[in-house]
């Protein structure tokens, strides 16, 4: 049996703008500088402060675990404040990948690898058994473009299949592969 | 445990192939039983999506480890979610045998 392949994130409903302007600087001067909020930090607040469901629930929505979604949200917070603060522009575009592992290094094969069970400490190299390793500062989000980040299961109402949502095409103008009813977005 | 290579040819001699989705050939290695498997990969020449396709495949395997010479951004997060150990090993240059001598310390 294979195992299905979870998607890393999942952006229900892509904001209705692309950003936000402040108005009346009391220094006189327009900043020209913004703030990029990304598609999921903007997801992560709408889900618990718009839409009310609590951290567990919208990490499960956004298929990140419980930490991932906390940086995501507490980043989301960090950026407006400093936006509100300093009279920044917010846009909204772009997105990260998230990882839940952590990274080390080989001091002798030189090799790099993650810890995939976060409940279990790695001692050694898993290539040449070196216990001379160290933790490696991997950044574990990293820019990708926005296509990638979109990507989005669409349910067959009928059959269960699911297949990845199309850009610019309508959901509900998607037929299913497998018994061919017409698709609808994959709410859960 | 089983352990997947990807790999430029179908020898031991071949080396570590540094492409996880479109590498040529996939070695499987049973760590218990010593035995490889040299499998081309299905999607070497796939238009797109080359890497999820070829995380699936090589998780219906049941691979425990991956070693390669990198790993794109998507199947990072992919194999994260599965589960599934990334080692990522920069020196061409090495071959298929030495690999599991190396897994074999
Ligand atoms: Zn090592
Ligand atoms: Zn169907």
Redesign the interface.
């Known amino acids: 049996m294979?195992?299905r392949?979870?998607m890393?994130r999942k952006v229900l409903n892509p904001p209705q703008i692309n950003g936000f302007n402040p108005y009346g600087s009391k220094l006189g001067i327009e900043s020209r500088e913004s703030v990029n909020l990304f598609y999921e930090e903007y997801e992560a607040l709408r889900l618990c402060d718009y839409d009310g469901y609590n951290h567990q629930e919208a990490s499960a929505m956004m298929s990140v675990s419980r930490p991932t979604f906390t940086r995501i949200y507490a980043s989301a917070l960090r950026k407006i404040a400093k936006a509100f603060v300093e009279g920044k522009q917010i846009t909204i575009k772009g997105g990260k990948?998230?990882?839940?592992?952590d990274w080390y290094q080989c001091h002798q094969?030189?090799?790099?690898?993650?810890?995939?069970?976060k409940d279990k400490s790695i001692e050694s190299c898993?290539?040449?058994?070196n216990h001379q390793i160290e933790k490696f500062e991997y950044d574990n989000s990293?820019d990708?473009n926005e296509d990638?980040l979109m990507t989005e299961l669409c349910k067959c109402p009928n059959c269960g299949f699911e297949q990845e949502h199309q850009a610019k095409t309508p959901c509900k103008q998607l037929v299913c592969k497998k018994c061919h009813t017409t698709f609808q977005r994959n709410e859960s | 445990m089983k352990i997947a290579i990807t790999s430029t040819g179908n020898t031991l001699e071949s080396t570590i192939d540094p492409r996880f989705g479109r590498c040529a050939y996939y070695v499987f290695y049973d760590t218990e039983t010593k035995a490889t498997e040299f499998i081309p990969n299905p999607n070497k020449d796939a238009e797109g999506g080359a890497g999820?396709a070829s995380?699936?495949f090589v998780?219906?395997k049941n691979v425990n480890?991956i070693?390669s010479g990198e790993f794109g951004?998507?199947i990072?997060?992919?194999?994260?979610?599965?589960?599934?150990?990334?080692?990522?090993?920069?020196?061409q240059d090495k071959t298929i045998q030495e690999?599991i001598e190396?897994?074999n310390?």
């Open positions: 294979s195992p392949i979870k890393l990948v998230y990882f839940d592992s094969c030189r090799c790099y690898f993650n810890n995939p069970e898993p290539l040449c058994g990293t990708e990638e | 999820p995380v699936q998780a219906s480890k070693i951004m998507k990072k997060s992919l194999l994260d979610s599965l589960k599934i150990q990334m080692i990522v090993h920069k020196e690999i190396m897994l310390h």
